[in-house]
């Protein structure tokens, strides 16, 4: 017998809904990064040549983010579609969005294990590896890539496992991944002597677990839309609308390797190997302390793409004003932690005095307008859970590549202080960024709206 699915989507009350959703996706969120730094961890502790294995690990990282930027471009398109389907009443179509979701994330998978395995050398030098990191990163990536398809079921179809409300069950498929990582990699790296390469080993095993909860789920009894093989024919009506949707969340996790060498560049030439060290640690805080902010907007998507599919106009209303008042206060706060007490992140990563002190200077300025970047992501992420593709994909392009990649070099021929222009290239960015996108959402917002009031009027007047 199929069990009661864990929330209702069009009425169970919005506070708790988000509640239920986000904690189990801010959790996901959070034990993801912390198993990676463990892996890292593991990894750094080799006997020999731990430093040089770790270094050469951690340039594999911008081509392991573009695999998961693949997944994005696919499943986060797909699952806030398919969620809309669902609160139009339209199961099938729901389903078949998924089916072709799920084909699209096999063959992206089948096309990167194979680039990547052929061209991973080469694009590992791209990024900065050295004659001796290189031995490091080809041994990790080769083996990592064989695992790229459990990346993108594991990554892709979990979304529309959260899409339908099964939050914990979605938790549950990153945690499962987690331990497994956690528990293998000791056995391979130190165990078996595999170092560099069983570590990659590890990490793959895991997805594959992880992947294999996914799809049995997603197959089984207990879900509510069912992954079919009759769907599972791509048809360029269905998935195309995905993509371009999709297309927001992969601009910003692709570009974010861009993103790194045109600070780390920059800085190594005004400001030297301390002002890289402390944009190392920034990124970091920022990477970390933006977790419970992704979380949320995970949490609140079913939400607002399900009341958005069913025509309920006041719960979409109340669904993303909480969303909002929760990530103003919550950047409020890591805010008010950069400014006043910026030591307590810095200390985290660091005990030289030198780089302490550049590292406390940079984040107040790194960070200035943080406070703000809550409107930033709700609204951006909203526009994606309402299926607005354009207007997501332009708001993802303004922040990065529009406006802070430029800054980074155009600031400094302004700034007798040339590290800190570069510097202060994202508090600029984030100023523009955030106006932007509340004047656009704004206007937009009150548009669909008001669309949504007159077919539900209309609806009533008929009946």
């Keep these: 017998?199929?069990?009661?699915?864990?929330?209702?989507?069009?009425?169970?009350?919005?506070?708790?809904?988000?509640?239920?959703?986000?904690?189990?996706?801010?959790?996901?969120?959070?034990?993801?990064?912390?198993?990676?730094?463990?892996?890292?961890?593991?990894?750094?502790?080799?006997?020999?040549?731990?430093?040089?294995?770790?270094?050469g690990v951690g340039v594999t990282f911008p081509l392991i983010m573009l695999i998961s930027a693949f997944a994005a471009l696919v499943s986060m398109g797909g699952a806030p579609r398919s969620s809309i389907m669902m609160g139009k009443g339209k199961k099938d179509e729901a389903e078949e969005i998924m089916g072709n979701c799920a084909m699209g994330l096999l063959i992206a998978g089948i096309l990167l294990t194979g680039f990547f395995f052929i061209f991973s050398k080469d694009l590992l030098l791209l990024f900065g590896a050295s004659e001796n990191t290189i031995e490091y990163a080809t041994a990790y990536m080769q083996i990592y890539a064989v695992g790229t398809l459990f990346v993108q079921a594991a990554l892709g179809m979990n979304a529309f496992i959260t899409a339908q409300g099964f939050a914990t069950v979605s938790m549950l498929s990153v945690v499962i991944g987690a331990v497994c990582n956690i528990v293998l990699d000791p056995i391979f790296i130190f165990g078996l002597h595999m170092g560099v390469q069983g570590a990659a080993l590890a990490t793959i095993i895991s997805q594959g677990v992880s992947a294999v909860w996914v799809i049995r789920f997603l197959c089984g009894k207990k879900t509510t839309l069912r992954l079919r093989k009759k769907y599972m024919r791509i048809k360029p009506k269905v998935f195309f609308p995905c993509m371009a949707l999709g297309l927001s969340p992969f601009i910003m996790q692709s570009t974010e390797s861009i993103l790194n060498i045109c600070f780390n560049s920059s800085l190594l030439k005004y400001g030297g190997d301390m002002a890289v060290g402390a944009m190392t640690i920034l990124s970091s805080v920022m990477q970390f302390s933006m977790l419970p902010l992704q979380g949320l907007t995970q949490g609140?998507?079913?939400?607002?793409?399900?009341?958005?599919?069913?025509?309920?106009?006041?719960?979409?209303?109340?669904?993303?004003?909480?969303?909002?008042?929760?990530?103003?206060?919550?950047?409020?706060?890591?805010?008010?932690?950069?400014?006043?007490?910026?030591?307590?992140?810095?200390?985290?990563?660091?005990?030289?005095?030198?780089?302490?002190?550049?590292?406390?200077?940079?984040?107040?300025?790194?960070?200035?307008?943080?406070?703000?970047?809550?409107?930033?992501?709700?609204?951006?992420?909203?526009?994606?859970?309402?299926?607005?593709?354009?207007?997501?994909?332009?708001?993802?392009?303004?922040?990065?590549v529009i406006l802070l990649i430029p800054l980074i070099y155009i600031l400094p021929v302004f700034f007798e202080d040339k590290t800190m222009a570069v510097f202060l290239a994202e508090p600029v960015a984030d100023m523009l960024a955030v106006t932007t996108t509340a004047v656009l959402f704004g206007v937009q917002f009150k548009k669909v709206i008001a669309q949504m009031r007159k077919r539900e009027a209309a609806a009533h007047g008929q009946r």
């Design 1 to 55: 017998m199929k069990q009661k699915k864990e929330t209702d989507l069009g009425r169970e009350p919005i506070g708790r809904l988000l509640f239920r959703l986000s904690v189990p996706a801010i959790t996901a969120q959070v034990v993801n990064v912390l198993y990676n730094m463990v892996d890292r961890m593991y990894i750094g502790h080799i006997p020999g040549y731990g430093a040089q294995a770790l270094t």
């Design 300 to 400: 609140s998507q079913p939400i607002v793409s399900y009341n958005f599919g069913a025509g309920n106009p006041d719960r979409v209303k109340r669904a993303f004003f909480l969303l909002l008042r929760s990530c103003v206060v919550y950047a409020v706060a890591i805010w008010a932690v950069a400014m006043f007490a910026p030591g307590v992140f810095a200390a985290i990563f660091t005990s030289n005095e030198e780089l302490m002190r550049t590292t406390k200077w940079a984040m107040k300025i790194y960070m200035a307008v943080s406070c703000i970047f809550g409107v930033q992501i709700a609204c951006q992420q909203t526009f994606i859970a309402l299926g607005k593709a354009k207007e997501s994909i332009f708001l993802a392009l303004l922040r990065k």
